[in-house]
Every structure is written in C-alpha cells, then in structure tokens.
C-alpha cells in the first residue's frame, strides 16, 4: 500500500518517454501508477487524479514527462532532474 496522498503523483521515472506518435487521441497518466507509462491504464482510479488528454493532429516526436510533475505536462519540461523515483507500491 502506498503512503502516497491520494491527490499527489507518484514519480514513475526521472526520465521522459520520447516516441512518434500518430494522429489521435491519447491519455497521458498523471497519477504516476499506470503500468503502460506514460499512458493511463485506470490505475488512477483509487486516486483523486485524472489522466491528461493528448491530440496529436499530425505525427510528430515528442518527450511525455514520466515523474508527473512537469510544469508543462503532459510534456517534459526538464523538472524531473530535480525528482527522485519512488518505488511502486
Ligand atoms: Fe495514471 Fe490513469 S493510470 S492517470
Ligand atoms: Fe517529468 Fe521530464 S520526465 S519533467
């Protein structure tokens, strides 16, 4: 179980996933608890935390922020240098 306040992500990882995404509609975790990072799995559900909506109009590259406290999420915004993981429960 974890010690985790229900309202505060847990970090994933400090690094960012980078990847090419295709045109669409995606759901980025912001509680930090989803097994198919950076994407929500309905992990959050015993949290207060909601996933992020993502809408890719044309592919593209880009770094989706894995500790969940970028100020820019769901994007990397470097913040995580400053983030220590934290275990899963
Ligand atoms: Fe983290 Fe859905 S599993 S927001
Ligand atoms: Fe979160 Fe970079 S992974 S700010």
Redesign the pocket.
Known sequence: MSETPSDKPLVA????TVLTLEPGIYWWCACGRSKEQPFCDGSHEITDIKPVKLRIADTREV???????????PY??????T?KPVSSP
Do not use: I, V
Request: hydrophobic letters at 15%.
């Open positions: 990882s400090c690094e960012p770094a989706l922020c894995n500790c969940k406290h970028s100020g820019g999420r990397c915004d470097g913040t995580h240098h983030m």
